[in-house]
């Protein structure tokens, strides 16, 4: 009766442990976690049991492919954490056992959808949309948007300790994408200091009394402002769209631009972004000079 209380112990502080980690998967596997505890089963067998489940319907409702893939990433990252802290983290038979198990679960594949010209704005709406924004601080939110094609929740996540040394009047800044990973976009560095300057974070670039901002706050400020100036809403992600589709109209290179877009894959930011009827001349710099002239003039 004891081994079993003095397991059940040990279980509770490994999914505790494993609850805690802080990282993109973190409200994901919060979902995991729940579902082993409550039905008391060992990580690797909840995670099979995990992986059915949330393949089928609840309450009249199906979790989308890319919402599978998610789900599963995250509690597969969980599980390989606990084996790689367990007593059996040096035995090979017993890795490669588990990840057979894992690959079990397979990811849905996720066919990727042209973005139509309806959800990217053109260059002068860019230009409108950036310089009629009267919220400083959704301004400044935007035009980084338009800027680096980032999603709203990488922009977001951002902390000072992210930023590099500038050199040639750019700074490098680490952007932790899908999955953790890791990628670096450029970002002027005058325009760092101004938003050093408006937000004054301590840990965040983009910092709010001392805490993040909320994505979907964030998202339903930039709507506004855009509904205010352009007669529609816009949202994060088109502005990412926008970014994307006047790069490749630029002629750059695809490859380069699905690495700055954190696309594994190439020929998905291809498929996403087809003829999009913008000029090859008509690029973010030209709009980023302009604005930043503006800027100094004020």
């Not at 066919?111 to 301004?139: F, H, M, W, Y």
């Amino acid at each position: 009766m004891g081994d079993k209380k003095e397991q059940g112990a040990r279980m509770e502080a490994l999914l505790e442990e494993l609850e805690g980690i802080r990282d993109v998967y973190r409200l994901d596997v919060k979902q995991f976690i729940g579902f082993v505890r409550e039905r008391k089963l060992p990580i690797v067998e909840g995670f099979k049991e995990y992986a059915a489940w949330i393949e089928e319907e609840h309450e009249g409702k199906r979790y989308s492919p890319a919402t599978i893939n998610r789900k599963l990433t995250a509690a597969r990252s969980r599980v390989r954490y606990a084996f790689k802290h367990s007593a059996f983290a040096a035995d090979l038979r017993r890795r490669y056992q588990l990840e057979e198990i894992l690959k079990t679960a397979k990811l849905k594949k996720i066919g990727a959808a042209a973005v139509p010209s309806s959800k990217v704005l053109d260059i002068e709406e860019a230009r409108k949309l950036v310089k009629q924004v009267k919220d400083t601080t959704v301004k400044l939110m935007v035009t980084f948007l338009v800027r680096t094609g980032v999603r709203v929740s990488e922009m977001l996540r951002l902390e000072l300790t992210d930023l590099g040394a500038a050199k040639d009047g750019l700074v490098p800044v680490r952007v932790t994408g899908k999955g953790g990973k890791e990628r670096t976009i450029h970002v002027k560095d005058d325009f760092v200091e101004r938003l050093r300057g408006h937000f004054r974070g301590t840990t965040y670039l983009f910092e709010h009394n001392g805490k993040r901002y909320n994505r979907i706050s964030v998202t339903n400020r930039i709507k506004h402002e855009a509904l205010r100036t352009l007669g529609r809403e816009v949202t994060a992600q088109q502005l990412r769209h926008t970014w994307a589709a006047i790069q490749i109209k630029r002629g750059r290179s695809v490859n380069a631009v699905a690495a700055l877009l954190g696309h594994s894959n190439p020929a998905y930011t291809a498929l996403m972004y087809p003829e999009t009827g913008l000029k090859p001349e008509e690029s973010f710099l030209e709009l980023e000079k302009m604005d930043d002239a503006e800027a100094e003039n004020k």
